[in-house]
């Protein structure tokens, strides 16, 4: 997983509540396992008319926002399903952040497993920083710091303390485990010397 500290990037305003992870990536791009390909058919029934062709008027069809990393979205984002294709497909399309005032639990979650930073803030804020990427102006999302700088205004936010380790060292579920690697083989160690009947094949 890559690990995020700093970002920046023109946000793209996806005004929509209660956007579920169907919208986010359909149902009939769950097949594979992979976490890569996934992009070109985030928001798909939105993106794409029934020909298959970009629909022009879609945010994210449209430059400079189809090259966002951050996105700003209505209040539950996320909803529905449980399916981690959907952060997957964000992260494929190049999105790692979104800004919403909630979220659905697991997805939430899902988002910090992946190297996705959502962060939560009040509707007011969402409206100011909405307003501001109409501009076409770069915004810079500072974790470490938990602030959002644009213009020469700054937004503060907060996230949980162990959640926020894990995306500025890059730290998956795998990899936390790996991290106590020492700890377990000793472990083992300690219990093969102790009940080594256990080890028995």
């Given at each position: 997983?890559?690990?995020?500290?700093?970002?920046?990037?023109?946000?793209?305003?996806?005004?929509?509540?209660?956007?579920?992870?169907?919208?986010?990536?359909?149902?009939?791009?769950?097949?594979?396992?992979?976490?890569?390909?996934?992009?070109?058919?985030?928001?798909?029934?939105?993106?794409?008319?029934?020909?298959?062709?970009?629909?022009?008027?879609f945010t994210l069809n449209k430059l400079p926002y189809c090259k966002s990393?951050?996105?700003?979205?209505?209040?539950?984002?996320?909803?529905?399903?449980?399916?981690?294709?959907?952060?997957?497909?964000?992260?494929?399309?190049?999105?790692?952040?979104?800004?919403?005032?909630?979220?659905?639990?697991?997805?939430?979650?899902?988002?910090?497993?992946?190297?996705?930073?959502?962060?939560?803030?009040?509707?007011?804020?969402?409206?100011?920083?909405?307003?501001?990427?109409?501009?076409?102006?770069?915004?810079?999302?500072?974790?470490?710091?938990?602030?959002?700088?644009?213009?020469?205004?700054?937004?503060?936010?907060?996230?949980?303390?162990?959640?926020?380790?894990?995306?500025?060292?890059?730290?998956?579920d795998i990899a936390l485990s790996l991290e106590k690697s020492k700890k377990i083989a000793s472990f083992e160690t300690?219990?093969?010397?102790?009940?080594?009947?256990?080890?028995?094949?």
């Amino acid at each position: 997983m890559q690990k995020f500290k700093s970002l920046k990037s023109i946000p793209a305003y996806l005004p929509i509540v209660n956007i579920d992870t169907d919208m986010i990536i359909p149902k009939q791009f769950l097949k594979t396992i992979k976490r890569t390909g996934l992009g070109k058919n985030l928001f798909f029934e939105m993106r794409y008319d029934d020909n298959g062709s970009e629909i022009k008027d879609f945010t994210l069809n449209k430059l400079p926002y189809c090259k966002s990393k951050i996105l700003i979205a209505g209040k539950n984002f996320g909803c529905g399903s449980s399916r981690e294709h959907a952060p997957w497909a964000l992260l494929d399309f190049g999105i790692t952040c979104v800004i919403s005032s909630s979220y659905a639990d697991i997805f939430y979650n899902n988002c910090f497993k992946n190297g996705i930073l959502p962060i939560i803030l009040e509707e007011e804020k969402i409206k100011e920083l909405s307003e501001y990427s109409k501009r076409q102006k770069e915004i810079e999302i500072d974790l470490k710091e938990e602030k959002i700088v644009f213009g020469n205004n700054e937004i503060k936010f907060e996230i949980d303390a162990f959640k926020k380790k894990c995306l500025l060292e890059g730290l998956d579920d795998i990899a936390l485990s790996l991290e106590k690697s020492k700890k377990i083989a000793s472990f083992e160690t300690e219990l093969k010397n102790k009940k080594p009947w256990i080890f028995n094949d």
